[in-house]
């Protein structure tokens, strides 16, 4: 009996499930694009849930109802957030201020040394172009354009007051929204899990707790790591007596997320920091930066990121980049907040369908053929009619 219709429709039935999946993802992209501007409290809150949820799953197996543990749980949050700010404020306060009242110093440096030095090496006159005489006589002789710039700049600004506003706005969400994932959370997860279609529900289930573990492996351990990491640049460079050496240590810690960023940015920042507050190449201060940061690349390469991420991400340098530009050029700030997490999912998927390609007809190609002596062969290999004659020869032998 001739099947192959019968495959076809089974073909084409399978194909039109995958377009159809396709077509929502393609939905759910779209929709994420036009709802970026007011995504951002909503992708925070779900992030703080997600990362309450377990501890308010434990106070409920301790015996204590589901209200009482997450109200404990959000309390605990908005304390250490408070804590945090009690702390971190009055001292990067200092810094900004003293960061201003250097600010002449940095523009004598600047000027004096630092543009002087590149012109001598590169034969380009900067400092003519940077005259104040000069800057005001090109202003005038292009005072039209120079009147389109200036209302495109208060119209930036009129918009810049309703995007404080919106931050506002965002910041008083954040917690509110956050309440209610973390009450809300293993319901959500019910009812996502009860839409899944039931023929696919143990593999969904199996991707989404893999994606759950590398996920939880990457937010609580490389906020761990950030932490470290700016405690350790921070402590470093005030204690060799770089001025702005908590700032400088707080900035790397926060964007060492991006892997050799952190580093670099730091490095950068504090050589700079270190030749102007000594007003020339001081190689002590120099050292000193060096040393800050190979010591905290060190820990972070060989303690840290070994023992607190662990390696379930298997994320590379180069991806992390990547999923970061390019959720920032996708879907702005949402984007860039949730790209990591997203890129660690991808991650997940492409090893289960790496793992269903090499499972498949595609890799390992057709059955293979068993070679029997004395029996006749095409080519070296026995067709599957040959294998079946072969078997019933030796049934009519015995």
Partial sequence: ?????????????????????????FAALWLIALLGPILTPFVLAALLGWLGDPLVDRLERSGRSRPVAVTLVFVLMV???????????????????TLVEALPQYRAW??????????????????????????IELTRAHWEQAGGVAATVFGYLSSSGFAFLTWIVNIVLVPILTFYFLRDWDLLVERVAAMIPRDHIGTVSRLAKESDEVLGAFLRGQFIVMLALGAIYALGLTIGGLKLGLLIGIVAGLISFVPYLGATTGIVLAVLAALVQAQ????????LVGVVFTVGQLIESYILTPRIVGDRIGLHPVAVIFAIMA????????????ALPVAAVGNVLLRFAHERYTQSRLY????????????RSHGGIVLDDDIGEASEDRRDDH
Avoid: S
């Fill in 327 to 338: 959720g920032g050029q996708l879907f702005g700030f949402v984007g860039m907040l949730i």
């Fill in 110 to 135: 600047f000027m004096d040394t630092a543009l002087p030095w590149v012109e001598a090496r590169t034969g380009i006159e900067i400092t003519n172009w940077l005259d104040p005489q000069r800057l």
């Fill in 280 to 287: 020339g190449f001081d190689l002590k201060l120099l050292i």
């Fill in 364 to 375: 390992a190609g057709e059955r293979p053929k068993i070679v029997l002596d004395g029996h």
């Fill in 1 to 25: 009996m001739d099947d192959t219709p019968t495959t076809a429709n089974a073909d084409i039935a399978r194909f039109l499930r995958r377009l159809q999946w396709g077509l929502v993802a």
């Fill in 79 to 97: 304390m250490l957030l408070v804590l945090v700010v009690l702390i971190l404020v009055p001292m990067v306060e200092r810094q900004v201020v």
